[in-house]
């Protein structure tokens, strides 16, 4: 069943998933063992958020898992096999303010789904207060794995360290107020913009975890 719905509705990841374990055979051919485990590690990162879904009976936007798949791709796969971390000082911010916005995304679906827009509950400003506060814990979460990693594998996943840490929770911040505002916005009765979009359609393809939201749905 899981993989009846990916051949029928996820052409494009199909082919995502299909370069990267191209890549990691022909590395292992050529006995590149890092590179080989750098990329099947990336295929099963990239597929795990659909067979989450599918276990959990929910059903993900297209634009979302391409998404998904194509920030697992630059992590893992560009950012440690080719060191992009180190070849392009951007890379690190672009991956951790892109991150941010999009766990405050699924933040404000979950809470909002919690909630289901009901104002006596949980107005606008508190969905999106919350909204923040899950993408700021899963970026801090992510900080103290590095640490630890580092400490207790000899790594280097903190760079500078302090330094930066602390770069890589404010890009977190300013990630996660995007999306908190996006969410805020949307309450608001405004639909315009691409997260707007995203947020809408992922309601549209699971109407039953947003049951009170179905005259929204029609504007």
Not at 21 to 46: D, G, K
Not at 76 to 94: H, K, N
Not at 191 to 218: C, E, P, T, W
Request: proline share 2%.
């Amino acid at each position: 069943m899981f993989w009846n719905k990916v051949f029928a509705q996820n052409r494009v990841l199909l082919l995502l998933w299909g370069l990267l374990f191209v890549a990691a055979i022909a590395a292992l051919f050529e006995a590149r063992w890092s590179l080989a485990f750098v990329a099947f590690s990336t295929l099963i990162l990239a597929i795990a958020p659909v067979f989450l879904a599918s276990r959990l009976h929910l059903t993900l936007p297209l634009p979302f898992l391409v998404a998904a798949t194509l920030f697992t791709f630059a992590t893992v796969f560009m950012g440690e096999a080719f060191d992009f971390y180190e070849r392009y000082w951007w890379w690190d911010i672009a991956l951790h303010g892109g991150s941010a916005v999009g766990f405050g995304l699924m933040g404000f679906l979950f809470v909002f789904m919690l909630f289901e827009g009901d104002r006596y509950a949980a107005p606008p400003s508190a969905i999106a207060f919350i909204t923040f506060c899950v993408a700021m814990t899963v970026g801090a979460t992510w900080e103290v794995f590095e640490f630890l990693m580092d400490r207790t594998f000899g790594l280097n996943m903190q760079k500078s360290g302090l330094m930066d840490t602390m770069g890589d929770l404010i890009v977190d911040a300013v990630g996660a107020l995007f999306a908190a505002l996006s969410g805020y916005v949307f309450l608001r009765g405004n639909n315009a913009g691409f997260m707007a979009r995203l947020i809408r359609q992922f309601i549209g393809l699971n109407k039953q975890l947003y049951r009170k939201s179905k005259d929204r749905l029609r504007k």
